[in-house]
């Protein structure tokens, strides 16, 4: 049994899969290719160290989960168990993404006022356009993005600059990796994978890291000097609203 309990990302933390019988077999290749598109895999089997040792194969995508099948008891425990994880990773991505740029700004915000410095926060275009695809970064992004405009407007009277960026599909070496093993899977090029994905999101290109970091550079520098709570998209034309 595969079942898609949960979507709640994209660019690799994806949506959760439940896998049964996934210590060898069908299962353990269904949890593969599950974790090569993008899925973060829940595999379930009877408790054995061929399990631990099936999930530690498919990778950091994937958590085995013991459960004998055959017991209602152990089932409702099971899937109690992967609501648990889901839960687990939508706290730690708050406390990374969001509390995490929060207790920067506000660790470093006397030495912003004394330097009069500049802040540039790292959102995600899922901040702009909710939708399924992006059921966690984009909530994440959103308190984000509202937090740069909190900081922003005390920036005013403190002499601090605070601006954010939301990057879309990024060609990072986790991005690319994922492409790779999607290529692979699909038995083409990792360029024709790309060019897919560029023909699907109705964008110019994919972008790079150096796409985003010449923003951060503009925004920190003299030319952005007016720009105070700004939120800059830069995702080759795929958020398409105002």
């Not at 993005?145 to 005390?154: E, G, N, Q």
Request: aromatic share 4%; proline share 5%; charged share 20%.
């Amino acid at each position: 049994m595969t079942a898609d309990v949960h979507e709640d990302a994209q660019d690799g933390d994806g949506p959760v899969a439940v896998v049964t019988g996934a210590s060898e077999g069908i299962g353990l290749a269904v949890a593969r290719r599950l974790a090569r598109d993008g899925y973060r895999v829940a595999m379930v089997a009877r408790p054995s160290p061929k399990l631990d040792a099936a999930a530690a194969q498919v990778g950091p995508a994937a958590f085995p989960v013991g459960c004998d099948v055959t017991r209602s008891a152990e089932t409702e425990r099971a899937m109690a168990a992967v609501m648990r994880a889901t839960d687990d990773q939508w706290v730690s991505a708050f406390q990374v993404k969001v509390f995490g740029a929060l207790r920067m700004m506000r660790a470093a915000w006397p030495h912003l006022v004394a330097a009069r410095g500049s802040v540039v926060n790292i959102g995600g275009i899922g901040a702009r356009t909710p939708r399924d695809a992006f059921a966690m970064t984009g909530p994440l992004s959103a308190a984000l993005l509202a937090f740069t405009k909190v900081f922003a407007d005390r920036g005013i009277t403190d002499g601090v600059r605070v601006n954010a960026v939301n990057p879309g599909a990024v060609l990072t070496p986790r991005t690319v990796a994922m492409l790779t093993a999607r290529a692979e899977a699909d038995g083409c090029t990792l360029d024709e994978t790309v060019a897919g994905m560029v023909r699907r999101d109705h964008v110019t290109r994919l972008g790079t890291p150096e796409d985003v970091a010449g923003v951060v550079a503009f925004l920190l520098s003299p030319d952005g000097e007016w720009l105070q709570g700004a939120v800059i998209d830069v995702d080759g034309g795929r958020t398409k609203g105002l």
